[in-house]
């Protein structure tokens, strides 16, 4: 069994017992939280698809950790200017462990 879930501007796949990485939620270590925006629920063969959300769908997961990604880099060059600019970035993220799905 597994769904396709909407949060933070991105889809995942989910199963049940999986951990993932998501946009950043405001949220502590050991708390729950339930993502109500289903997409596709599917179980053996049958296949449950929302037009755009699954009615009574919905995943619930449980925060694992908070943290943030490796370092991306950002370089910008002009040759022969004698311009170069190094800036990095590195985003948050929360996460999870899928407990349950329901639809």
């Known amino acids: 069994m597994y769904a396709v879930i909407q949060t933070g501007g991105k889809q995942y796949r989910v199963t049940e ?30 296949v449950k698809v929302g037009q755009p959300y699954v ?7 449980t925060v694992v950790s908070q943290g943030r990604h490796k370092k991306v ?15 990095g970035h590195r985003q948050y993220y929360t996460e999870v462990q899928i407990t349950g799905i329901s639809a």
Not at 25 to 33: C, I, K, P, R
Not at 55 to 61: C, F, L, Q, R, Y
Not at 73 to 79: P, V
């Open 73 to 87: 880099r950002i370089i910008k060059f002009k040759r022969r200017k004698h311009h170069m600019k190094q800036m």
């Open 17 to 46: 017992g999986a951990t993932l990485k998501i946009e950043k939620l405001e949220l502590g270590s050991g708390d729950n939280v339930e993502f109500d925006k289903v997409l596709m629920v599917q179980s053996g063969d049958s």
């Open 55 to 61: 009615e009574g769908g919905k995943v619930t997961a």
